[in-house]
């Protein structure tokens, strides 16, 4: 099966820097890899995906890059503010079964 | 994205009890599924949800554990069954968005559950 590795396990950045989070896959049959942002006792919630047709995606202060060859994606977080403080999770997934397979998450905590 | 709504959000249950956790949806989707979250760790899929047919277990569940039951469309179950202290997690349900499949998926708010 698929097997989704993170880093780092936590992240400690100061207001306004940037954060960035990295995943690698092992199954080259994804082609689906979306990033949950889970806040304390809250639902894991989207915060931005990408599909293997493209090597980068930008919403906002978000962005997600993907190298399809070397199997791995990340997550860019700039001018990062206290409420980006929250656990981020990878996940890889393939069309036919949409199986999401996660990582082991990332604690990113903003200074103020 | 589709409203996903889950009861009970919490429960303390008394080892070898059973419970039965239910996730209503306010459209009809694909794919549902259920997955594990053990206290601070990582999310871990138990099962897909089939509608009209048996559950697809992953590796490590069972069905005699976690019997999973999807009636329709908007709707599904899981159930908890003769459980011990090392069943205590928070347990969610997700759902891909929408009819036609996007590989987006959302998830309820959890049912957290304590096994004493």
């Known amino acids: 099966g698929e097997n989704v590795e993170q880093h780092p396990s936590t992240l400690s950045v100061q207001e306004g820097d940037s954060a960035v989070i990295k995943c690698t896959y092992s199954?080259?049959?994804?082609?689906?890899f979306p990033w949950y942002k889970q806040e304390l006792g809250k639902r894991p919630q989207l915060i931005i995906d990408?599909?293997?047709?493209?090597g980068e995606k930008k919403d906002q202060r978000i962005a997600v890059t993907l190298n399809k060859t070397a199997k791995h994606f990340s997550l860019h977080i700039t001018e990062t503010q206290p409420e980006d403080s929250a656990v981020y999770f990878c996940a890889a997934s393939r069309s036919n079964d949409y199986k999401l397979s996660f990582g082991a998450g990332t604690t990113v905590t903003v200074r103020a | 994205s589709a409203v996903i709504s889950q009861k009970p959000s919490r429960d303390i249950c008394q080892r070898g009890t059973s419970l039965t956790i239910q996730c209503q949806v306010d459209s009809q989707v694909t794919m549902m599924f259920w997955y594990r979250q053990q206290p601070g760790q990582s999310l871990t899929l138990i099962a897909t949800?089939?509608?009209?047919?048996?559950?697809?277990?992953e590796s490590g569940f069972v069905i005699d554990k976690f019997p999973i039951s999807r009636p329709n469309l908007t709707f599904s179950t899981l159930t908890v069954s003769n459980m011990s202290p090392e069943d205590s997690s928070i347990y969610l349900c997700?759902?891909?968005?929408?009819?036609?499949?996007?590989?987006?998926?959302?998830f309820g708010p959890g049912t957290r559950l304590t096994v004493l």
């Open positions: 199954d080259s049959a994804s082609n689906y």
């Open positions: 949800a089939n509608q009209g047919s048996e559950a697809t277990y």
């Open positions: 990408i599909r293997s047709n493209v």
């Open positions: 997700s759902v891909e968005g929408t009819v036609s499949l996007t590989d987006t998926q959302y």
